[in-house]
């Protein structure tokens, strides 16, 4: 079998060319969506990062507004800018890139965000929505991965699904997602994580194999089962090259569908959060 790939590039940019309609209408009522990007320090990956963010907006017609703060910023000065943004009218969404410098306490200042303007959906509010079944902003690399497999016509429903990785902003939520009695979802999730002990064993029934671990080569071909769905979502450097956590070449001679890197769920963090910032902006002007 040599799998069929799944396009993450162009799915991302059919959902931000859908968000346009959105958006055009939330400008002609004056409410245009605004999203405020805070950098803290000069960390190469999180520029190329923000950069991006603020591109996909521009071309979408939101508002995009950077705070480029230095690496010495203390915690009270960001806790300001937060609670600033927080009261903008103009900005909808608030994002503080990660990771901040380690004399940031990370948690504080993720929690003085307004749920309301949690674009990235990591206020522990929006994660205890998620797990009840009642969404207000979805993580944006889970949601993205989830829309991936929507949209490839990939059916969660009842499936065998493994995800490799338990972090806050990935595995956890995403296995969040997957269980909820919710279209897209209802499967039967398995979290393989540091400790787990002959994951293989998981794998192998998996019919859908979601990799977010940071670990590349971790999936092997001999770990997935004939047929199975792979989606990667590993972005690590090796040798100056961007790799998943996939064994693409091996694994795509078993899988029936996978995903790229870069290509893949890469691409649908940003056209998440895109849509999310829109949601924000309708939701408060109560569309
Ligand atoms: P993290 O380091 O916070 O978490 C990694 C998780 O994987 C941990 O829970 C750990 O238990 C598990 N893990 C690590 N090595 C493992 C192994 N060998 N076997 C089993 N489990 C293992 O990372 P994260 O922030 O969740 O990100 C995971 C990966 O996804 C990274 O490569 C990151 O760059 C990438 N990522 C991509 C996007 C995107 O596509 N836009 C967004 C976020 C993260």
Redesign the pocket.
């Known amino acids: 079998m040599t799998a069929q790939i799944i396009d993450g590039k162009k799915i991302s940019m059919d959902i931000r060319e859908e968000l346009r309609p959105r958006v055009d209408l939330l400008t002609d009522k004056g409410a245009k969506p605004g999203l405020a990007v805070v950098l803290v320090g000069d960390d190469p990956a999180s520029q190329v990062y923000v950069r991006n963010k603020e591109r996909a907006c521009e071309k979408l017609g939101i508002l995009s507004v950077k705070h480029d703060l230095s690496q010495e910023t203390s915690q009270e000065e960001l806790l300001a800018l937060v609670e600033n943004l927080n009261q903008d009218p103009s900005i909808h969404g608030v994002l503080v890139q990660l990771p901040l410098p380690s004399h940031i306490n990370e948690k504080e200042i993720l929690y003085a965000i307004s749920p309301e303007k949690d674009v990235d959906g990591f206020h522990p509010q929006n994660l205890g929505r998620l797990v009840i079944g009642d969404p207000l902003f979805l993580p944006?690399?889970p949601w993205?991965v989830q829309e991936l497999l929507l949209r490839s016509g990939v059916q969660v429903e009842g499936k065998n699904v493994v995800i490799?990785?338990?972090?806050?902003?990935?595995?956890k939520p995403l296995t969040m997602m997957l269980i909820q009695k919710a279209k897209g979802a209802n499967a039967t999730v398995t979290v393989?994580?540091?400790?787990?002990r002959n994951?293989e064993f998981f794998t192998r029934s998996a019919d859908i194999l979601i990799a977010?671990?940071?670990?590349p080569g971790?999936v092997t071909s001999e770990m997935v089962k004939e047929g199975a769905v792979v989606i990667d979502?590993?972005?690590?450097k090796v040798n100056d090259r961007l790799v998943?956590?996939v064994d693409f070449e091996g694994v795509s001679k078993v899988a029936s569908l996978i995903t790229p890197v870069p290509g893949g769920?890469?691409p649908?963090?940003?056209a998440m959060l895109m849509a999310n910032t829109v949601k924000a902006a309708e939701y408060r002007i109560g569309l």
Do not use: E, K, Q, Y
């Open positions: 944006c690399t993205g490799f990785g338990r972090s806050n902003i990935v595995g393989c994580h540091t400790r787990t994951p977010a671990a940071g670990s971790l979502v590993g972005i690590n998943g956590d769920a890469g649908m963090t940003i």
